[in-house]
């Protein structure tokens, strides 16, 4: 059984920066993707990036080069990092992961960007 906890959302200014987590544990094989989507209010969801577990990245481009996603192996976990964050980003990021095929999601974790 595999699950997904995501953490680091919140509320920021526009310009400020975010680190989303997510640990999944379970029953995890070693070739996996892992990656992140999100949902703005009144819009469906959208690709942010994925990554493999050998590091190869699909990135959606909704952050205009601002999203940069990583993944640490050893602890099962992917992060997002946000940079120069505006109110458009506001939305709930969800953690996703592939694992042989069958995909698994997290409760989503918001972000809010506003002055």
């Known amino acids: 059984q595999v699950q997904l906890v995501e ?3 919140g509320l920021v ?5 975010l680190r989303l987590s997510c640990v ?3 029953s995890i ?3 996996n993707i892992m990656g992140w989507y999100r949902q703005i209010p009144g819009k469906q969801r959208e690709l942010v ?7 190869g990245i699909t990135d959606g481009g909704s952050g205009e080069g601002r999203f940069t996603v990583s993944r640490d192996n ?5 992060f997002l990092q946000i940079d120069s964050l505006k109110p458009e980003d506001t939305a709930d ?5 592939n694992i042989n095929g069958l995909g698994y999601w997290g409760q989503g974790t918001q972000v809010t960007v506003s002055s």
């Open 7 to 9: 953490s680091g959302g």
């Open 13 to 17: 200014q526009p310009g400020g920066s």
């Open 24 to 26: 999944v544990s379970g």
């Open 29 to 31: 094989f070693s070739r």
């Open 49 to 55: 990036a994925l990554i493999t577990s050998s590091g």
């Open 74 to 78: 050893a602890k099962n976990t992917v």
């Open 93 to 97: 990021y969800y953690c996703y992961t």
